[in-house]
């Protein structure tokens, strides 16, 4: 089993751009696995895990309800954002400047095959990494991502996650507001859910800015515990 994962920051990434940059290597793993299967091969099957900032862009899963955006192609012409419908679960979300996404795609394979153990794995990264900035987070029954305020009226969520598999090989993954113009939610139904707030953690510490690189690290840190990995850089995809 390889437990070493490629590690690769590629920045600001229209969303299309990354989406088709994911299924190139997503597609290179599976592919592998496909033919370790038919040759009776056993090459190892490689990870990845890639830190991106997307410009403003609203994405709708498999299973989401369009009626959950509120923008028509115009509105959202003029909102500078552009709208995909893509391949992973979840609803509507929001991705844009000051909020980092992570995709991990890796082979389940080299670790565990449970999907629901991977979700709650992926939260915990986040939660842990809140948890470093003196915040108390947790899961809400039956909502995939991170919350504050479980349980009160004052319920937020500060990150949102959607992630598809196909032969245990990960692909899409979390997107944690960190500095986020946060105006951008309104204009959704945030993951379908009517009635709680989205938040940003800038905006739970009363600072104007937070420091994303050190936000990456501990991310980093504790999804290298959870998963027992080592990251290394990653060869460049063409």
């Not at 999907?115 to 909502?143: C, M, N, P, V, W």
């Not at 690189?213 to 501990?218: H, L, M, P």
Request: net charge negative.
């Amino acid at each position: 089993m390889n437990k070493t994962v490629q590690l690769q920051d590629i920045g600001l990434r229209d969303y299309k751009l990354a989406w088709d940059y994911q299924e190139t290597i997503f597609k290179d793993i599976v592919d592998l696995k496909i033919r370790n299967r038919r040759e009776e091969t056993d090459l190892e099957t490689p990870n990845h895990f890639l830190f991106v900032e997307h410009p403003h862009v609203y994405t709708l899963g498999k299973s989401g309800d369009v009626g959950n955006m509120l923008l028509n192609e115009k509105q959202l012409e003029a909102k500078g954002a552009t709208f995909y419908k893509i391949n992973r679960g979840g609803d509507i979300t929001y991705h844009g400047p000051g909020q980092i996404v992570g995709y991990p795609i890796l082979d389940l394979e080299n670790f565990f095959t449970d999907i629901h153990q991977y979700l709650r794995f992926l939260e915990e990264a986040i939660i842990l990494t809140l948890k470093d900035y003196g915040l108390e987070s947790s899961r809400s029954e039956g909502e995939t991502g991170v919350w504050l305020g479980v349980g009160t009226p004052f319920a937020r969520k500060i990150c949102a996650m959607g992630v598809r598999a196909s032969r245990w090989v990960t692909m899409h993954g979390f997107a944690l507001n960190v500095n986020v113009d946060l105006g951008y939610f309104d204009n959704i139904i945030p993951c379908g859910i009517r009635g709680k707030a989205v938040t940003s953690l800038n905006v739970e510490l009363g600072v104007v800015k937070v420091d994303e690189s050190e936000v990456k690290e501990r991310i980093l840190l504790h999804f290298m515990e959870l998963f027992e990995c080592t990251f290394v850089p990653a060869m460049q995809y063409s």
